[in-house]
């Protein structure tokens, strides 16, 4: 009895190394095309504008499809779900590797994403329904989690060698032999739950106006600083996502099996979770969003260089993740959240001292602090999101979560990127302002100027972050309004 016991404990870990394949090869992917956009461009002879939306593309069919993937999870099984997202991926990424254009390799790429976003809401209900017990569901959908977030830094890694060596159709290639991999790993590992399934229609039109709302919110915030944040085309996806959202929100409350429960939204836990979720992954993202482009711009190092950086910051995530989760039952939620946010909020703080004498240890050691903070807060949020909805909802319940990150993400970057670019051009007036040259000669006022302007960049690059900071240290009191009960817990 007791070998049965063990045999199936042991099991329920090979179900957590399958659904890690899967979730670590789909980000993976995500963030290693960003490396190989120069060598395409070269290829298809198109611009840097152009190749833009092959990135944008992506993302907007990874936000349209999580929740629709999430409920048809819950509707037909996990297991199902997740096999065909990851065999669609496997096809999309074969094309993406025979790409003759850039109308193809969009369309390509579009595929590959609507793959890839099964991913998320299946593995963490897949995960969640396996790892009942408290602690070790929040051990596992820890070292789940970190591995998501993980990848966004190892990509850049392992894509430079990959690139270099065997050009940019490898990154879509290497996925099929891997893939293949996870799939079998799925079908041998990963059984069906027998949990008892909604029944009727799918909500069609509420998944198209969700995407609609959905592709014009991102799509405004990808491309907000291209286009201007009050230019036309962006005050009508403003108003597009409004209309569409108010319709979606008139559809669900009539509907039998909504994608997303609005219940959701009046369960307390389940909203705080979201929101402080949304603070760590905006700051996550827009932190790895702008420290290679300091790395590179300002210490000199090149893209692989860069990505070595990154490796302390890969390493802890996963370390801290599986840590919290395994103290999960033994610590108190509340406290955890609120200190373990305030870590990550004090790596982005370090960041404000960058300059162009720093050292790799000077990002690195920013960087480990944030992944600490990050990383051992990460397997209490996803196990409190699992364990506030019903077994048959955990699903839907996990799409929300993904979608969540994925435009507090995108917001991140967007308004990282803004204010970085509105202190350069604010610091340039003031330093100039305050700056005297002595020496009339055309070529020491060009190299005055260029030192004007390298300043305000470094200082602007210091103040961003340091805003990144204060909004992280103040987001992490969101957990204060999380109060849930558990077996050995009291109320907190």
């Known amino acids: 009895m007791r070998a049965n016991r063990k045999e199936k404990k042991n099991f ?25 956009l120069p060598k395409i461009i070269d290829d298809f002879s198109i611009s840097i504008n152009s190749a833009g939306w092959i990135i944008t593309a992506y993302i907007l069919a990874n936000a349209i499809f999580v929740p629709i993937w999430g409920k048809l999870g819950d509707l037909k099984g996990q297991k199902k779900v997740y096999i065909i997202g990851f065999s669609l991926f496997i096809f999309g990424s074969a094309l993406s590797g025979f790409a003759w254009n850039l109308g193809s390799m969009i369309v390509f790429r579009i595929i590959q994403a609507i793959a890839s976003s099964a991913d998320y809401p299946t593995a963490m209900a897949i995960l969640a329904l396996n790892f009942k017990a408290g602690r070790e569901r929040a051990q596992a959908l820890g070292i789940w989690s970190s591995s998501f977030a993980a990848a966004s830094v ?44 909604e029944k009727g229609a799918f909500d069609w039109w509420g998944a198209i106006t969700l995407g609609i709302s959905l592709s014009t919110l991102v799509l405004v915030l990808d491309k907000g600083m291209d286009w201007g944040w009050i230019s036309i085309s962006a005050l009508f996806s403003y108003l597009t996502s409004i209309i569409f959202f108010y319709l979606f929100v008139k559809i669900e409350n009539k509907h039998q099996n909504a994608i997303i429960n609005l219940n959701f939204f009046k369960n307390k836990v389940f909203v705080t979770v979201l929101a402080n979720s949304g603070v760590v992954f905006m700051g996550m993202m827009g932190a790895i ?36 989760g395994r103290f999960n039952d033994k610590l108190p939620v509340r406290p955890v959240l609120i200190i373990s946010t305030f870590v990550a909020g004090l790596g982005f703080y370090l960041f404000s001292f960058l300059d162009p004498r720093s050292g790799a240890w000077a990002i690195m050691i920013p960087m480990s602090i944030l992944a600490i903070g990050i990383g051992f807060g990460m397997p209490l949020r996803t196990n409190i999101i699992a364990s506030s909805v019903e ?21 991140g970057v967007a308004l990282f990127g803004t204010l970085l670019q509105n202190f350069q051009e604010s610091n340039v007036l003031k ?35 340091f805003w990144a900071a204060m909004l992280t240290m103040i987001g992490s009191f969101t957990a204060y309004w999380i109060k849930i009960k558990n077996k050995n817990q009291k109320k907190i």
Not at 22 to 34: A, K, P, S
Not at 157 to 179: A, E, H, K, T, Y
Not at 392 to 410: F, K
């Open 154 to 197: 190892i990509g850049p890694l392992l894509g430079g060698p990959l690139i270099d060596n065997f050009g940019w159709r490898s990154i879509f290639l290497v996925n099929i032999p891997v893939g293949i991999i996870g799939i079998l790993m799925a079908m041998a590992f990963i059984k069906e739950s027998d949990i008892q399934r």
């Open 391 to 411: 077994p048959n909802e955990v699903g839907s319940a996990s799409a929300v979560m993904a979608l969540v990150r994925n435009i507090a993400g995108a917001f």
């Open 12 to 36: 329920k870990w090979f179900i957590l190394l399958t659904v890690i394949v899967g979730t670590f090869l789909g980000r993976l992917d995500q963030t290693i095309v960003n490396l190989a």
């Open 289 to 324: 969003f702008l420290v290679p482009i300091f790395a590179q711009m300002f210490l000199g190092y090149n893209a692989t260089q860069t990505g070595y950086l990154f490796i302390p910051m890969a390493f802890l995530l996963v370390i801290s993740a599986s840590i919290g």
């Open 431 to 465: 330093i100039a302002q305050h700056s005297t040259i002595h020496i009339h000669s055309m070529q020491i006022f060009k190299q005055a100027i260029g030192l004007i302007i390298l300043k305000a960049d470094i200082r602007s690059y210091d103040q961003v972050f």
